[in-house]
């Protein structure tokens, strides 16, 4: 091709104005920059007539990818407002021409928006303020707290042992201490050591078991009448020669003793041995019953809270832990304390959150900088964009702080959304700026360009992104509602800081001319291809969508809210191994009635529910059949009476051992010929042999460990023989009060059955339940509840987010198939996140699940940033500045979320692995379905074909 004078002749046609005025384009170097004709002429001669290559398919689509650097059509959006272009250029050049009194505006602004932020806002670690208080089950479960107080703000200490009494004795202790250390605990007890219960427990066994074990009593009465009287090791050994003596006369059957005698073997030979061990008289007298109620003994400490710490709980919590270390039980490992509760699980949730934070922040920087060297090269571009981050952050903060006051759990991840959204509006406008100072060597000049071209996109991105986060404001989700307003302004703020604090530091700075490409030049063949084959593409994508939808049924929600935390904290492990009993269950279900009998005629309606385990009320806690068991335990007492209360005993002495051991040896002795091998008797006289030859100090230890639990359980034994009927008016206030309401109204305690324990059985007794109590609350309740409030939420959210960023780009865009270019990569990304979380699979959960609006953002950001290019006549993508901008924007976006899926809180790192997930796919979706789209559409009405014909028509 020769390029002559004659064909320059025929560009000489009145020149389309750039946008800018007439003394502003005189700034221009070169006089072909007046129109978008000479415009294209510049583009061709500065690419050194490097070839165009043509792919004609058609009347519209035969699109040019020109030469890597060069722009193609039109700079100015036909369809775009003037207005808006002008107004963008007037701040450009305002910010260029007063760049210190702005700059030095936003030191201030910034200064004095952290100076007021760090005495104002504050972060509410309650979960349950995340949700609205006008929700039902918010109102019942608030209610409830009002109504029963005491269930509140919990610190659970949970105590085992090797024995019960043990554990008793070191939940006692424990305790005792608490209670006297108002300094950390508002209240403190034990619900399960009522003196009630040791009175009136042989009550609430059924008859059948009632009859053996008082049966037991007995015939055991010569044994016990022993040890009532002398309740020490010497009487215990001289319980032993009495059966040792009858073994030998043939007149006691040893059978109904074995489990006794073999306690007795095991204790004996093991302080013959030196390591003397408890005696547990609840298991040697009650049996099996003992275990019944499981293991584990509570104690139930309110405390104070510090709520200036982000774990409010720590110092009470380090308090219960420092009084429980100083537990001779507890020091000598024969008992375990843990502690869990609503305050522990809070806190040991911010601890995890904290743990590596450091180290994860270090590293996410040191990326994020690395990715911003690439994208814009030079260190005073990244400085730039870095200060005009900490300034907006600031100044959104200053908003929260203002607005709403306390952050919550969820509000509080604004500030990680600011920087993964806000930072692209800067590289965009940067990437650009360097683009334009390619084409002329004036600072102001690029950056009315930079603003013209770009300013419009990311004004429209910005809005769009804010309408998408506003989506979320009216829902009932407080916890998102509040991020959505943060992070809807916040990215208002992020704008407006980008076109004016920005261009000023860009003007001090002044960061030299560019020389090189700017774009991603080896992907011009990327280009080429997409355009060759973009009809396979979308035929791909269009499956890829399908499934999409096919699978969108199958997502599935975690409900469980301990599931989203740290599975190896202490709170967490003693709350799951409570769980699978259901007498300690947490996930219960509570229901308040008008009154007493209305709660027992409620609790029997509830209890023959398939998966309800048993649905207790006060009610429950007046035994049935109580004429016959009162007649039995009456009888049995009588027979007893005398044996349980002999007079005073000696003083137990070493000397006075060494006879009973030898004395019960002897007789054991005489009974070996009718014993049976492996009798424990044999047992026990091996261990007596060598008990005796053992010191004082030892007999001692061996007194204590073998009977030190006898003279309690003894007791015990006596209250229990001394049962009273039991009636709803006998009940002690300890145990109504945790049933009835000062206002007599009464609680209903609905617990589970074992297959209840997963989300879809946890659900299933949620709906069994509230069939019949429509207003039950309760953990079980709540955590249902939450999750159908949080789905609902964002379905809501979801819809009104894609109808407020289709009328936000529709307002600026115009027209309706250049909103669907955007929609539609949007849709299509979120569809893929959906095949990519079914199949993995990855459930959502509490923590993730704010990952949507994120996916929203940047997807249309990205999205929108192309379509903009496309409508003024661009058509390479992929190997544009645009592309260079969002490829290195997604990256530091990528970086910053990514770190997240490292967390060691599980919540977190579900949320950063869903993140990376969605910017995956929204990658995928912006570079390579979005050029096929936009490829296979025609393009604006003001854009002519761009074909060979027509190239060269132009240049002659």
């Known amino acids: 091709m020769i390029f002559t004078p004659a064909a320059l002749s ?34 061709v001669l500065r690419a050194g007539w490097a070839g165009i290559e043509t792919r004609s398919t058609g009347p519209w689509n035969r699109a040019v990818v020109p030469p890597s650097g060069t722009i193609s059509g039109c700079d100015r959006d036909e369809k775009a407002p003037m207005w808006v272009q002008t107004k963008l250029a007037a701040i450009a050049r305002i910010s260029s021409r007063h760049a210190v009194w702005l700059v030095l505006a936003g030191v201030l602004l910034a200064i004095g928006s952290a100076f007021y932020t760090a005495h104002h806002i504050g972060i509410n670690t309650n979960t349950d303020d995340l949700f609205s208080a006008n929700l039902p089950w918010r109102k019942a479960q608030v209610a409830m707290g009002k109504d029963f107080p005491q269930y509140q703000d919990l610190l659970v200490g949970v105590i085992e042992a090797k024995t019960p009494e043990e554990a008793d004795a070191t939940a006692a202790a424990i305790a005792k201490a608490a209670a006297a250390d108002h300094a950390h605990f508002r209240t403190v007890r034990r619900p399960d050591d009522l003196a009630f219960f040791k009175q009136e427990g042989l009550l609430f066994l059924d008859q059948k078991s009632l009859e053996t074990l008082l049966n037991n009593l007995v015939v055991a009465q010569p044994f016990i009448g022993q040890l009532a009287a002398d309740p020490s090791l010497r009487g215990l050994l001289g319980a032993i020669g009495l059966l040792g003596q009858g073994a030998a006369q043939g007149q006691v059957d040893l059978s109904g003793y074995s489990t006794a005698l073999n306690g007795f073997a095991h204790g004996l030979q ?17 049996g099996s019953l003992t275990d019944r109620a499981g293991p584990a003994r509570f104690v139930l400490a309110q405390p104070v809270q510090n709520f200036g710490s982000i774990e409010p709980g720590a110092e009470a919590t380090a308090a219960l832990r420092q009084i429980a270390a100083h537990v001779p039980t507890i020091e000598s490992g024969r008992a375990t304390f843990r502690i869990t509760g609503q305050i522990a699980l809070a806190d040991q949730q911010f601890a995890s959150l904290t743990q590596g934070i450091f180290a994860d922040t270090v590293i996410s920087v040191v990326l994020i900088l690395v990715w911003l060297v690439l994208a814009v090269r030079r260190l005073r571009y990244i400085l730039a964009i870095v200060l005009t981050l900490i300034l907006g952050l600031l100044l ?34 940067c990437v650009r700026y360097r683009d334009e100072r390619r084409l002329t060597t004036d600072a102001e000049t690029a950056l009315v360009q930079t603003l013209r071209k770009t300013g419009n996109s990311v004004l429209l ?62 992907m011009a063949a990327a280009d080429t291809l997409l355009l060759r084959h973009r009809r396979p593409v979308l035929g791909v994508f269009a499956v890829i969508a399908l499934a999409g939808i096919i699978l969108l049924p199958h997502i599935t929600f975690d409900s469980d809210p301990l599931d989203t935390q740290d599975q190896h904290t202490q709170a967490v492990e003693t709350l799951r191994a409570l769980a699978s009993n259901p007498v300690t269950n947490p996930y219960s279900i509570d229901v308040l009635t008008p009154s007493v009998a209305a709660a027992a005629a409620k609790a029997n309606r509830l209890g023959r529910l398939p998966l309800v385990d048993q649905a207790l009320s006060l009610s429950s806690f007046v035994p049935a059949d109580q004429t016959a068991k009162l007649n039995a335990i009456a009888d049995t007492s009588e027979l007893l009476a005398p044996t349980l209360n002999p ?44 008990l005796v030859t053992e010191g004082d100090s030892q007999l001692m230890a061996a007194n204590l460990a073998l009977t030190g639990f006898l003279p309690v359980e003894l007791q015990n034994l006596r209250l229990s023989l001394a049962a009273q009927p039991v009636t709803l008016a006998s009940l002690p206030h300890d145990l109504t009060v945790d049933w009835i309401t000062p206002d007599g109204r009464a609680r209903v305690q609905v617990l589970p059955k074992p297959e209840a324990m997963n989300s879809t059985g946890l659900r299933h007794f949620v709906q069994q339940v509230t069939r019949i109590a429509p207003d039950a609350g309760g953990s079980a309740v709540t955590v249902i509840a939450s999750a159908q409030t949080i789905i609902g939420a964002f379905r809501e959210a979801a819809v009104l987010a894609l109808v407020a960023i289709a009328a936000m780009l529709l307002l600026f865009l115009r027209r309706p198939r250049d909103v669907l270019l955007v929609m539609a990569p949007l849709v299509l990304s979120s569809l ?61 976006t990528g970086t910053a979320f990514g770190s997240l899926a490292f967390s060691h809180h599980p919540g977190t790192a579900s949320m950063g692995l869903l993140l990376l997930l969605s910017l995956a796919c929204t990658l995928i979706a912006t570079f390579i379905f979005e050029p096929a789209l936009l490829y296979a559409v025609p393009p604006p009405r003001n854009i002519a074909p761009a074909d060979t014909t027509e190239t060269e028509e132009r240049v002659r």
């Open 832 to 892: 893929m996140t959906v095949l990519v979380i079914v199949l993995l699979p990855l459930p959502l959960n509490f923590a993730n699940i704010i990952a949507l609006p994120l996916l929203q953002g940047v997807g249309v950001s990205f999205n929108l940033y192309f379509v903009m290019n496309w409508r003024a006549g661009e058509r390479r993508f992929l190997a544009s500045p645009t592309a260079r901008a969002i490829l290195f924007s997604a990256l530091t």
């Open 270 to 286: 093991a302080a013959a041995d030196g390591h003397p061990v408890p005696l547990s008289w609840q298991r040697l007298l009650g």
């Open 10 to 43: 025929g560009m000489r046609s009145e020149p389309r104005a750039l946008g800018t005025s007439q003394s502003s384009a005189s700034n221009v170097d070169g006089a072909a920059l007046r129109g978008c004709d000479r415009f294209r002429l510049l583009c």
């Open 461 to 522: 991105a910005a809005v769009s992104i804010a309408a998408g986060f506003f989506a979320f404001v009216p829902t009932s989700f407080v916890g998102v509602a509040e991020l959505g307003l943060i992070a809807g302004v916040g990215m208002l703020i992020a704008f407006a800081c980008t076109i004016t604090f920005l261009p000023a530091l860009i003007t001090l700075l002044h960061p030299p001319a560019e020389g090189g490409e700017i774009g991603i030049v080896g």
């Open 396 to 429: 959104t903060t200053f908003f929260a702080a203002v607005a709403i006051g306390t952050l919550n759990l969820i509000s509080v991840a604004f500030a990680v959304l600011f920087v993964g959204l806000a930072i692209d509006f800067a590289i965009q406008i």
């Open 647 to 690: 007079g005073p005993s000696a003083p137990v002495t070493p000397g006075d051992i060494r006879m009973a051991a030898a004395t019960a040896d002897k007789a054991i002795e005489s009974a070996r010929p009718k014993l049976p091998p492996g009798s424990p008797l044999l047992a026990i006289g091996q261990a007596l042999k060598k």
